[in-house]
């Protein structure tokens, strides 16, 4: 006969082991804001589209939080709170960040906030409408693209741009904590190619893509995969600004060069801090240092709230001067 032999509980020598019983696994849904980050957030005066980007979750909630906690925008901004979807900001008012010259983010070729670069596998879109942006605006309202909606692609600053560029530590984005910077490389093209097929069926009266809020082209074959994207769909207009300027020593700039002289219509990309009058940008310090061949940005002075009402870097080739901030 067998059996388990059962310890004998009446034997005073008898010393039963206590095995503890085990936690239960915590349930329901991580938090997705955390309160701690949200204050964070707030005091760095970012707006509540930014938040909910940077943590995945909806307006609504970071709206609802934020009220819950007394975080209350100023009635100042409120009052300051142009026509468009959100708050258009001059630049004449804000000061030049610079991070230190020995930040590793410089020599590492990268983003001062590595956390926010993505892989483009598992998101819904890599490009996305510019209405989130208050710099670009979301529906081009004057000119020859005007009622076209607009999408913008962000990469990481410095790891895609030539080190030439004159603002590798003044970058734009080292105060854009919680931009979703997209791992460039094959994967985000073939994505690219997807989804501009199927803005081309939504929009087949033309649309626009804003190129590239942070970042730059990165290769020969990324701007040829633009050329393609051209020739491949007749809705897509694209504009933005490059620091690909040196087209002796650096194959990139001569394809873009090319691209930009053959396709200006449809592809409006402007060479940054160039030394050529058309086509390019220039940056000054104070308005009294705009060239006379260039004109001032009118949203950085207040007199537009963004691209979308302004639609001049496409309009026209003459140069334009962007205040450095
Ligand atoms: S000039 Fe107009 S279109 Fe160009 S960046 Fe400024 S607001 Fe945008």
């Known amino acids: 006969m067998t059996g388990r032999i059962l310890p004998n509980l009446l034997n005073p020598l008898y010393q039963p082991e206590v ?15 955390p309160e701690a980050a949200l204050r964070e957030a707030f005091e760095a ?33 409120d009052a300051k709170r142009a026509p468009s979807r959100f708050q258009s900001k001059v630049a004449t008012d804000r000061a030049a960040r610079l991070p230190p010259v020995d930040h590793p983010a410089l020599s590492e070729e990268r983003t001062i ?9 598992g998101l819904p879109n890599v490009l996305v409408s510019a209405a989130n ?27 895609t741009c030539p080190d030439s560029c004159r603002h590798w530590r003044s970058c734009y984005g080292n105060s854009m904590h919680f931009a979703k910077r997209l791992q460039h490389g094959p994967a985000l093209e073939d ?33 040829a995969r633009w050329a393609g994207f051209l020739d491949r ?73 963004s691209c979308s009402t302004c639609a001049l870097c496409w309009q026209s080739r003459r140069r334009i001067a962007f205040l450095q901030h």
């Open 19 to 33: 095995v503890p019983f085990p936690a239960p696994a915590r349930r329901g849904p991580r938090e997705k804001l």
């Open 191 to 223: 994505r690219l190619e997807h989804e501009l097929a199927i803005l081309q069926s939504r929009h087949p009266a033309g649309f626009a893509v804003r190129l590239h809020v942070l970042g730059d082209f990165y290769s020969p074959a990324y701007v």
């Open 113 to 121: 906030y590595p956390a926010t670069v993505t892989a483009v596998d």
């Open 133 to 159: 942006h208050w710099k670009i605006g979301g529906r081009i309202a004057k000119g020859a693209w005007s009622g076209f909606p607009v999408y913008a692609l962000t990469l990481e600053e410095r790891a």
């Open 233 to 305: 769909f007749p809705a897509l207009h694209v504009f933005g600004f490059t620091a690909r300027i040196d087209a002796a020593s650096d194959p990139i700039a001569l394809a873009l060069v090319h691209l930009v002289l053959e396709r200006w219509e449809r592809f409006a990309i402007r060479f940054s801090n160039a030394p050529v009058d058309e086509c390019s940008t220039v940056t000054v310090e104070h308005p009294r240092q705009v060239p006379a061949d260039a004109v001032l940005c009118p949203q950085q002075v207040g007199k537009t709230a």
């Open 45 to 77: 005066d970012r707006s509540d589209a930014e938040i909910a980007e940077a943590f995945g979750c909806s307006r609504q909630l970071v709206a609802q939080k934020r009220s819950k906690l007394g975080l209350r925008r100023r009635e100042k901004a």
